[in-house]
Each structure stands twice: as C-alpha cells, then as structure tokens.
C-alpha cells in the first residue's frame, strides 16, 4: 500500500518515512503475538552486537584523539569517513593502523571520491589492512563500480545506491559490488532489511551494517534484525557515541562496544510518553 501512495523513483520512494511506519507495524504485530523479532523470523536472538566507533577526523592530530576517547570506552574497532583527499585518507588509516594495530577497519568514501582515485586508492588501503571499501562513488556510477569490482582489491560495498532488494538483485546481477552496508531505516524498514540480508547471505555476499545515527526505536530495531542474522563485523551503529539520554522506560543496554537487543515482544522498547511530553512542553 505505501509503495501505491508514495510511488518509486529510481527505486523505492522515500525509503526513511516507510521503514518509521514499518517499525511502527512490526512493532504492533510482535505485541499481539507476543513474540520477539527472532521468535517471528525462526532465529535466536539476543547475542549482543559489537559496535564500532566512527572516525571522521579533519586533521592527522584528531586521529590519536578519536582512538583514545574511543578505547576509554571500550570501543576496539572502526569505521573511517574519507574524503577527496586520498593522500590524507591514506595518512589517516596508517596512523589507526600505527595505534590500533589488531583493530578491524573499514572505510567510507560517502561517494566522495572520482573515477580516478577511487581505484588508485583501493590496493593502497588494501594493503593497510582495510576490510572493505564503502560507496567510493557517487550512486550513479555503474562503470566505475563495475571496475573496482574486477580490480579484485578491496571488497567493494554499496550503501546509498541501494535502498531495496530490486536494487541488490540487479547491482549484483550486473557485477557493481561485493556486498552491501545494510541501514535499516535507508532501506525501509525491518520487513525489506530482512530481505536484502537473505539475498546477502544466499549469495555469499559481504554483509555489512551501520545506521542512520538511529535513537532509541531505529536503534533497537537494527540490534534485532543484526542479532538475529548473526552480522559478522562490528555495526557502525554511532548513536552511542553521538546522541545523549532516551525516551526508553528501560534504556537499551550497552556494555562498552557491546548492544544488547532488547528482550520483549514486537521491537522489545517501551517508550515512556511522560518523557516525550515534557521534551514538548519545554519547546512550547
């Protein structure tokens, strides 16, 4: 019904304000069937999922800083934005590579980069000992995706040119990456999330995943959906490390790098609307 209403473009439209109203119903269905998300979908669930800690730092001097607030609390493992400035980017990753030698690092180019950097780049970060390569191009680069892909280097993620499974079936189909970075509320919701993972996981794809700087609802979500399909890298989930307090009854529970899926039925949160309404009245 929503993809009548709210029509496609290139792919699905307004993906974000789908998968709000899809949580909302995936929420409602579990509670009248008072079951969890794993209980729904046949999996366990309830493992905690390890987070990393996003680095987007605008000088070398930052780099040291980020790793130290980072492993103060119990963050080991990264997720790099670069830029345009590949040689800047290179010097970034060999000082995480110099302080954090055992962490597991994977860069984001946001589409940032060109068709002539990105694959000079890809063998340099490679051999820092990068473990993937996310959206190095503008979405609307198919060539160039195709031949980082034949260059055989870094596995070659997409994220904001895929917000569907249509989207991953015919990317793949035609060579343009080796996985994919799930966001769950980029791609609609939990129904079409669970989806795309099974077509990552069928065909041996790389499943990556973060989020959208998700609070408490989106935040759970991913911890279900991630838990329950046994995500194999950290989560760039940075909601920990960006956004302060909660309109949870009972915060989500988070043990240094460590999330825990909430433990209830639907998405397992219980949003204390007194909290909510006075947020309102000090706006008012």
């Given at each position: 019904?929503?993809?009548?209403?709210?029509?496609?473009?290139?792919?699905?439209?307004?993906?974000?304000?789908?998968?709000?109203?899809?949580?909302?119903?995936?929420?409602?269905?579990?509670?009248?069937?008072?079951?969890?998300?794993?209980?729904?979908?046949?999996?366990?669930?309830?493992?905690?999922?390890?987070?990393?800690?996003?680095?987007?730092?605008?000088?070398?001097?930052?780099?040291?800083?980020?790793?130290?607030?980072?492993?103060?609390?119990?963050?080991?493992?990264?997720?790099?934005?670069?830029?345009?400035?590949?040689?800047?980017?290179?010097?970034?990753?060999?000082?995480?590579r110099r302080l954090?030698?055992?962490?597991?690092?994977?860069?984001?180019?946001?589409?940032?980069?060109?068709?002539?950097?990105?694959?000079?780049?890809?063998?340099?970060?490679?051999?820092?000992?990068?473990?993937?390569?996310?959206?190095?191009?503008?979405?609307?680069?198919?060539?160039?995706?195709?031949?980082?892909?034949?260059?055989?280097?870094?596995?070659?993620?997409?994220?904001?040119?895929?917000?569907?499974?249509?989207?991953?079936?015919?990317?793949?189909?035609?060579?343009?990456?080796?996985?994919?970075?799930?966001?769950?509320?980029?791609?609609?919701?939990?129904?079409?999330?669970?989806?795309?993972?099974?077509?990552?996981?069928?065909?041996?794809?790389?499943?990556?995943?973060?989020?959208?700087?998700?609070?408490?609802?989106?935040?759970?979500?991913?911890?279900?959906?991630?838990?329950?399909?046994?995500?194999?890298?950290?989560?760039a989930l940075n909601?920990?490390?960006?956004?302060?307090?909660?309109?949870?009854?009972?915060?989500?529970?988070?043990?240094?790098?460590?999330?825990?899926?909430?433990?209830?039925?639907?998405?397992?949160?219980?949003?204390?609307?007194?909290?909510?309404?006075?947020?309102?009245?000090?706006?008012?």
């Open positions: 019904m929503m993809n009548q209403v709210i029509a496609p473009g290139f792919s699905t439209g307004q993906p974000i304000c789908k998968a709000g109203i899809d949580l909302a119903l995936f929420d409602l269905a579990g509670r009248i069937l008072d079951k969890n998300a794993g209980e729904r979908w046949g999996r366990a669930a309830g493992e905690p999922v390890a987070i990393s800690w996003t680095l987007d730092p605008k000088t070398l001097d930052n780099v040291a800083a980020g790793i130290t607030e980072a492993t103060t609390r119990g963050f080991r493992h990264f997720n790099v934005k670069v830029r345009r400035d590949s040689s800047f980017d290179l010097a970034v990753c060999r000082e995480i954090a030698p055992a962490a597991f690092v994977w860069v984001d180019a946001n589409g940032g980069y060109d068709l002539s950097t990105a694959p000079a780049v890809a063998p340099k970060l490679k051999d820092l000992g990068i473990a993937a390569l996310e959206q190095p191009l503008p979405a609307n680069q198919l060539s160039g995706y195709r031949k980082l892909v034949r260059q055989k280097t870094l596995p070659i993620l997409m994220d904001e040119g895929v917000v569907s499974l249509t989207d991953l079936e015919t990317f793949h189909q035609f060579g343009l990456l080796n996985g994919m970075t799930m966001k769950v509320s980029r791609s609609g919701g939990l129904s079409e999330s669970r989806r795309m993972i099974d077509y990552l996981q069928g065909h041996g794809l790389h499943f990556f995943a973060s989020g959208l700087t998700d609070p408490d609802i989106a935040f759970a979500a991913c911890l279900q959906l991630y838990s329950a399909f046994n995500l194999p890298h950290p989560a909601a920990p490390q960006f956004l302060k307090g909660t309109y949870l009854k009972n915060p989500i529970r988070i043990i240094g790098a460590q999330a825990f899926p909430p433990p209830g039925p639907g998405l397992g949160v219980e949003v204390d609307e007194t909290i909510l309404l006075a947020a309102g009245s000090a706006k008012d």
